[in-house]
């Protein structure tokens, strides 16, 4: 079964860190750009950030400086590491995988394969 399985996700303080992993079974991520999505309640879904199958990596300008996306191919995983979170980062984050151009990467149809998502609630 090909599939995408997103964890880490909890609550965490204003200014705390977390990191959320994606893990793929049933297909290799190496070939793949891997993208972080995130939907607040009432909110569109928006990018985060994406790290392009040739590593390279981008970052919506609300989470730059903040955010970090990193793969391990050898672990078939990629992460998302979380630094000086924010009551406005609390949301569903969700992984998803595709093969395109990297400039795309705001665009969730060019996705087609998701995660489940992980709730991120940032709260004292």
């Known amino acids: 079964q090909l599939q995408l399985v997103e964890s880490g996700g909890g609550l965490v303080q204003p200014g705390g860190s977390l990191r959320l992993s994606c893990a793929a079974s049933g297909f290799s991520l190496d070939r793949y750009n891997i993208g972080w999505f995130r939907q607040a309640p009432g909110k569109e879904r928006e990018g985060v950030s994406c790290i392009s199958s040739s590593s390279i990596t981008l970052y919506a300008d609300s989470v730059k400086g903040r955010f970090t996306t990193s793969r391990d191919n050898a672990k078939n995983t990629v992460y998302l590491q979380m630094y000086s979170v924010k009551p406005e980062d609390t949301a569903v984050y969700y992984c998803?995988?595709?093969?395109?151009?990297?400039?795309?990467?705001?665009?969730?149809?060019?996705?087609?394969?998701w995660g489940q998502g992980t709730q991120v609630t940032v709260s004292s």
């Open positions: 998803a995988a595709g093969i395109f151009g990297a400039w795309l990467w705001r665009l969730p149809n060019y996705y087609n394969r």
